[in-house]
């Protein structure tokens, strides 16, 4: 097999039209994995010749976030520059965004950017909604004939390449790829080196040769894109703190990205490092547990198989909690298995910079292995005992059916991915659950909505696969539950100012008994409530707001959450920021240095003066209340 070994992006394009033809049919991964230079290249090649059809099948395309009000100018637009330096976005990401797409080209995403593209009727139009493992099937169908990635290079041979984060998808197709070559319909696996990229070892290796096309940029390569962290709430705290107590000791760990993500690290960190301290967090909540709650300190440790690899997993493996090994391919163990990876700077640095024996432990895979039980079922059971599959979603209905990627007038936010999955193979695993975190409500137009819903226009996760729901307020185990049994324990655990609305809906419906009553407890589940149980942990270091680190500065991420503030409260809330900041008296240094980044320190309009007293009174209201938003029944 030849492979030319190009510097020269438009050559690697022309070279793969010359192999392919007119009609490119491409597939590249999610997330990072995507080879930005080679992918621009074949965009300027079709949009200059428009007799080229160019088919863009992927997901995650990941973008700078964008701001849209003046505060976040202000606070955002540095960060990028400093973090994004480098960063490249694809070319057709700003014609999405503008409406002027070729007609030759087309780009279909099964996973969007959470909430990126909702403004985007192009994007929205042609999103396709497809689980995760079944992508791979999805790229048969259409009979994709170009398959193209960043990669990593060895640093000790220059005969082997790594798929590294991104193997998900890649390796389900190798077959598909081997049968194109074998009869002879076309097909080219097209690479992209980048050195910024961690080398991981294992079953994402592949040899050079297997390569038709290898793009080698000359000079510095761009940055891999790192997402900037979220603070975690004390809601996002509380939701961990239940969860973590159904998390088994030598059971299956599996978690996603964001601030619950981290949040639950964390708590698993407490509940093994600092267990008193955890069991004290857990007992100040007042949520009924059940008679096998976990609580003690991990001891035979957990294993990891998950479709994302985050760095709360190396966290964890740092803590000693990832610990519990199951055998590889290659003859050795591993201790976490994954399909693709994203994280911030300092992660994909720690991945660079860990010893060989130690990544050798984190086994980059296919996403039909980390996904399904497809393969060696009774090796995948006998390995996934107890597995915990944990993720989020955006909604949540008394029935129990969830909402993760759509919102009700169809208008996608992020996608299905794995969830329905990961979902599915909870039923089917002994003493496997599916624990989906959802928060009791969300703020929209400066009030307080709920997230626990009776109507629900759509569903990710239909109600015959509920099995446990966890919001700030507690648990609701849901598995085998009649339609009343759930009503009754989703109803326990929504945020107390909703349930007699949602009370009333289902009586309506016949689903509840009319005398129906909520146990006492129930019916105090206020913000105040979890603000009283975890602001003391809060203050004292024991929850902090970025329990996994920051590549922002130490000013930046003290003006995360009071921005955030100053977007989400009540007219009301802004007026006392005004108020507190327009306090007379000396700025404290920390005051001072916030309004210097926000460009604030010396304002020449009064619009400035305004503003830069409503983000002081934010800093000052944060100060008296980690989590300020919500906690009034005016803001409702």
């Known amino acids: 097999m030849s492979n030319p070994s190009l510097n020269n992006p438009t050559r690697c394009a022309e070279a793969i039209v010359d192999r392919v033809g007119s009609d490119i049919r491409m597939a590249v991964p999610i997330g990072i994995g995507k080879p930005i230079l080679l992918i621009d290249a074949l965009y300027r090649l079709a949009e200059a010749d428009r007799r080229v059809k160019l088919s863009i ?72 909604s497809l689980n995760y493992s079944h992508v791979a099937g999805h790229l048969e169908r259409i009979g994709a004939n170009v398959f193209a990635q960043l990669v990593a290079q060895n640093p000790a041979d220059d005969a082997r390449l790594s798929l590294s984060s991104n193997t998900d998808v890649t390796l389900d197709m190798l077959p598909y ?34 390569f038709d096309v290898l793009l080698e940029p000359e000079g510095e390569p761009y940055a891999l894109f790192a997402p900037p962290k979220q603070p975690v709430s004390l809601a996002d705290y509380a939701i961990a703190l239940h969860a973590t107590t159904l998390i088994k000791d030598g059971g299956t760990l599996q978690i996603g990205i964001g601030s619950f993500a981290d949040a639950l ?29 976990e609580l003690a300190p991990f001891d035979v440790g957990l294993y990891g198989c998950t479709e994302m690899l985050v760095d709360g997993f190396l966290a964890l493996k740092a803590a000693g909690i990832l610990k519990r090994k199951v055998p590889v391919s290659n003859g050795g163990t591993a201790v976490l298995h994954a399909g693709f990876f994203v994280g911030n700077s ?82 089917r695993l002994p003493g496997a659950r599916s624990i989906v975190a959802v928060r009791s409500t969300r703020r929209l137009n400066r009030r307080s909505i709920s997230n626990v819903l009776w109507r629900q226009a759509n569903a990710t996760v239909p109600r015959s696969l509920r099995d446990i729901v966890v919001t700030e307020y507690g648990v609701a185990d849901l598995r085998g539950k009649s339609d009343r049994d759930t009503i009754a324990q989703m109803l326990a655990v929504a945020d107390s100012a909703f349930q007699p609305q949602l009370r009333g809906e289902a009586q309506r419906a016949g689903k ?71 306090v007379a008296g000396r700025l404290s240094p920390a005051e001072c240095a916030a309004l210097k980044r926000l460009g604030l320190d010396a304002p020449r309009t009064a ?30």
């Open 57 to 128: 099948f992927t997901g995650l395309t990941l973008t700078r976030p964008r701001f849209r009000n003046t505060l976040e100018r202000r606070f955002v637009a540095p960060l990028l520059d400093r973090l994004f330096a480098t960063y490249s976005e694809p070319l057709y990401v700003a014609a999405l965004e503008q409406g002027r797409l070729p007609a030759n080209i087309a780009v279909t995403e099964f996973f969007l950017q959470a909430g990126a593209w909702l403004a985007s009727g192009a994007a929205q139009r042609s999103h396709a």
């Open 177 to 210: 790829i081997g049968a194109r070559r074998r009869s002879g319909l076309p097909v080219v696996v097209a690479g992209e080196l980048n050195s910024n990229l961690p080398y991981m070892p294992g079953e994402a290796e592949i040899g050079r040769d297997q």
């Open 265 to 293: 690290t964390h708590a698993l960190i407490l509940r093994h490092q600092q267990n008193s301290a955890f069991r004290a967090l857990v007992d100040k909540l007042e949520a009924p547990m059940g008679c096998g709650a």
């Open 346 to 427: 300092s992660f994909y640095r720690r991945l660079r910079e860990m010893p060989t024996e130690e990544l050798a432990e984190i086994c980059m895979t296919s996403i039909s292995f980390t996904n399904t039980l497809r393969g060696d079922a009774a090796r995948k059971q006998a390995e996934r005992q107890y597995a915990r599959f944990i993720n989020t979603a955006m909604t949540a209905s008394l029935l129990g059916t969830l909402a993760a990627d759509t919102l009700e007038d169809g208008r996608v936010v992020s996608g299905v991915g794995g969830q329905l999955d990961l979902v599915s193979m909870a039923h």
């Open 512 to 582: 509840l008994e009319p005398d129906f009553v909520l146990p006492d407890r129930a019916m105090h589940n206020r913000s105040q409530r979890i603000e009283a149980a975890l602001a003391p942990a809060r203050q004292q270091g024991l929850l902090p707001a970025f329990p996994l680190g920051s590549d922002m500065t130490e000013t930046e991420a003290l003006l995360v959450a009071p921005l955030q503030d100053t977007k989400e409260a009540s007219y009301g809330v802004l007026l006392r920021f005004l108020a507190l900041g327009m």
């Open 607 to 636: 619009r400035d003066r305004a503003l830069g007293a409503i983000v002081t009174g934010a800093l000052r209201f944060r100060g008296r209340s980690p989590d300020v938003v919500g906690r009034t029944g005016e803001d409702r």
